[in-house]
């Protein structure tokens, strides 16, 4: 009874948190917009009963997920999220990864406080970092008045509101979840199989690439993971470091619902990107659980 | 952001405030209102808190998209919320709003039948809103770098800066920001053309498309409250923006002296007009508060500090004797009988053609 319980709790969790948002949104992507509060139709009216139900359900179409189909717009955004979560979660493990091995290879006592300097940042808000980026990256802002005056450039560089922006947003924001997971796993290697290498001829350089990447290869596939699957939704980066010629999806959500006010094609749009985003949680999860079988 | 800032100041003063006060009285009075960001002198609102003894929490936004999505959601918490004229006319339709008490806002003598007349076409009978502001949409240039990239001559009072692909091309180098309301930019591209920039007929409407097209890749970004500080900076040379926006960005400069010197146009082609209308929604939790803020706004004096601060015209005839040179005199702002004349208003569109609106707009600005 007790271990029911227990196994019932995060069921339950799943089912509030997860299942029941699922839902309401699904329903929403098969209903029509209406100018009415709220802006959809059909709702739900119980007071009818069984026939209110049963007109209730009768109403409902897929004609939102049709309408995707037929509008491109859509599909280059899915891409375009795709390539960009691609690109900065390379960009973020070619940063993170030395910081990280350079934190596991630091002295012991060290190590605490260069946690601390990775987690730092999370102390002011995201909004707050993200908004001081447009002071640093703007073409009269701290970047380019410095490029300027040490002679580099002479006409200001543009890079607020282009990809190179969102770019550099996406891998400072996310930096900590790459390096957190490779230090975890450098941190545990076996600094004799290193010895060993060596000891049988393998150069320092060999040695790393033999042994030190394969050992942490858990830990950059989690870092990873852990970047791409959150940038492909990412709207807040885009919206404020990238230009009109950044296409996100996240971004084209927030305007279905906010610009255009049209719900049932902005969940059509949510429900698809859901979808997209499963497999990835699924392979992160049947990494995850390998990991834990061979750890066991 | 500025006020965004202050306000969350104003909290936190506030709720310091109501915690001293909790061991005396009752859970103190709230009025939430819901306004435009740069759009009110703060310290208006620490009089209306003083007087009437009412909490005032106060909000903002950018976008009447934004705005109408929430209203549309309902149970918004706010008592006081601010649309323009057509999509206040959206709203009243769909229920949102309650009508207004005449009994409990004696200020309302105050309003400038001028104004009146012309809102009247959103809200028959002002039954529902009474005006906060009105302006126009048009042209915010800093005059130094435009004339540096397009020459003494530069046709900063005209459609054709921002709309000739020519004049644009040169013009990105410096950067270009553009509204991100298709409400206003559609009907400016169906000016330029010299089409009814009212027209609700798709076959005239997808007309912009190629105008669009033409300009598009030398527009750096769509947004409706970024420019203010960007023009000031001088990040950006050329914005098409809100009137008042654009002059509290050479304000702004001016304060700074960092030698950006901004103008704002209405371009001589027209421009459109709009009213900002203040309105209660239908679910407010405490209408009583609302009408009292309202009546508050409606003060002459009350209402031309606002102005003096925001450098927006109103609909507030009693309030024309408190207003300040700058503004009262300024034909950007208080335009002359015969600059009215060449003004345009519109109205809202179906839900059907502003379906194929808000489509033609996220396609121009993702440009696909």
Redesign the interface.
């Known amino acids: 009874m007790r271990r029911l319980v227990l196994i019932s709790v995060p069921y339950l969790w799943l089912l509030a948190l997860f299942l029941i948002p699922f839902l309401i949104v699904l329903k929403i992507s098969l209903s029509d917009t209406a100018l009415a509060i709220p802006p959809y139709l059909p709702t739900l009216d119980l007071s009818e009963g069984w026939v209110g139900i049963k007109a209730f359900f009768a109403e409902l179409d897929f004609e939102n997920f049709r309408f995707l189909t037929e509008d491109d717009l859509y599909w280059k955004a899915y891409l375009s999220s795709l390539q960009i979560a691609a690109i900065s979660t390379l960009l973020t493990l070619l940063v993170g990864y030395p910081i990280a091995y350079g934190m596991a290879m630091a002295p012991d006592q060290w190590r605490p406080t260069l946690m601390m300097l990775v987690i730092l940042p999370f102390w002011t808000s995201f909004l707050i970092r993200v908004y001081s980026w447009m002071g640093i990256l703007s073409s009269e802002g701290v970047l380019n008045q410095f490029l300027s005056w040490i002679g580099l450039i002479d006409q200001p560089l543009t890079i607020l509101n282009t990809n190179t922006a969102v770019y550099i947003g996406i891998v400072y924001t996310y930096l900590p979840f790459m390096i957190l997971p490779i230090y975890a796993t450098l941190e545990k290697l076996d600094g004799s199989l290193l010895e060993a290498a060596e000891d049988l001829g393998c150069s320092r350089l060999s040695a790393f690439w033999l042994v030190t990447i394969p050992l942490s290869k858990q830990g950059i596939i989690a870092g990873c993971f852990l970047v791409f699957i959150p940038v492909i939704g990412e709207f807040v980066i885009p919206s404020l470091l990238g230009g009109s010629g950044t296409l996100m999806i996240g971004k084209v959500l927030w305007e279905e619902f906010f610009n255009n006010r049209d719900w049932p094609v902005a969940s059509a749009v949510a429900v698809l990107l859901l979808l997209i985003l499963i497999i990835p949680i699924i392979l992160f999860q049947r990494n995850e659980q390998k990991q834990r079988e061979r750890e066991g | 952001?500025t006020n965004g800032r202050k306000h969350m100041m104003k909290r936190l003063t506030t709720m310091t405030a109501a915690c001293a006060l909790l061991a005396g009285a009752a859970a103190a009075e709230e009025v939430r209102v819901y306004n435009w960001s740069d759009y009110i002198d703060e310290e208006l609102l620490e009089k209306f808190e003083q007087e009437t003894g009412i909490d005032l929490i106060y909000d903002v936004f950018d976008?009447n998209?934004?705005l109408?999505?929430k209203?549309?959601?309902?149970g918004s918490g706010y008592d006081v919320v601010v649309p323009t004229g057509t999509f206040l006319q959206?709203q009243i339709?769909?229920?949102?709003f309650q009508k207004l008490d005449p009994s409990k806002l004696p200020n309302l003598e105050n309003m400038w039948d001028v104004v009146s007349q012309r809102t009247e076409q959103y809200d028959p009978d002002n039954a529902y809103s009474i005006n906060y502001m009105w302006g126009t949409t048009g042209l915010g240039v800093n005059v130094g770098k435009v004339q540096e990239v397009l020459g003494e001559d530069a046709p900063i009072d005209s459609w054709d800066l921002v709309f000739k692909p020519e004049n644009m091309e040169k013009l990105a180098?410096c950067?270009v920001h553009f509204l991100?309301a298709?409400a206003e930019m559609i009907p400016a591209a169906l000016k330029f053309i010299g089409e009814d920039p009212n027209s609700h007929d798709d076959d005239v409407i997808a007309k912009i498309e190629p105008v669009y097209a033409a300009v598009?890749p030398y527009?750096?970004?769509?947004h409706s409250s970024e420019y203010i500080n960007?023009l000031a900076?001088?990040?950006?040379c050329v914005a098409v923006g809100w009137s008042g926006d654009i002059l509290q960005a050479r304000d702004r400069a001016d304060e700074a002296e960092n030698g950006v010197e901004i103008v704002y146009n209405a371009p001589k082609e027209g421009a459109q007009m709009w009213f900002d209308q203040m309105a209660i929604p239908v679910d407010a939790p405490n209408p009583d508060g609302a009408h009292k803020f309202l009546n508050f706004i409606m003060d002459a004096q009350n209402m031309a500090a606002a102005s003096n601060y925001v450098y927006y015209a109103n609909g507030n005839k009693a309030s024309q004797e408190y207003l300040i040179e700058d503004v009262i005199g300024d034909p950007a702002i208080y335009p002359s009988e015969e600059a009215l004349n060449n003004l345009f208003t519109t109205t809202p569109y179906d839900?059907r053609t502003q379906?194929t609106v808000?489509?033609l707009?996220?396609?121009i600005?993702?440009?696909?």
């Open positions: 952001m976008s998209e934004v109408e999505t209203m549309l959601a309902g959206r339709v769909a229920g949102a180098a950067g991100d298709p598009r527009i750096q970004k769509f960007a900076n001088g990040d950006i839900a379906r808000t489509r707009w996220t396609k600005k993702s440009g696909i």
